[in-house]
């Protein structure tokens, strides 16, 4: 059951994946895993999917009412 969680990390997105993928890994093998903690990967890494990516705006500082 391991293998087949490590293998449902794949549907994380890549950029999850590259910053939490080991640690989620290591995770999952500490784990006693059920068919419900496969079923939460599943969801959790198409929620991950369908969540748009953050762009930081740039915000011009001079233009903000900033107290001095």
């Not at 890994?25 to 599943?42: K, P, R």
Request: hydrophobic residues 45%; proline residues 6%; charged residues 30%.
């Amino acid at each position: 059951m391991k293998r087949l969680a490590r293998w449902l990390t794949r549907l994380y997105p890549r950029g999850w994946r590259a910053r939490y993928g080991r640690e989620f890994d290591a995770l999952l093998e500490d784990a006693n895993l059920t068919c419900h903690d496969l079923f939460g990967v599943v969801l959790s890494a198409l929620e991950m999917r369908m969540k748009p990516t953050i762009v930081p705006r740039i915000v011009d500082l001079a233009s903000r009412d900033i107290p001095h």
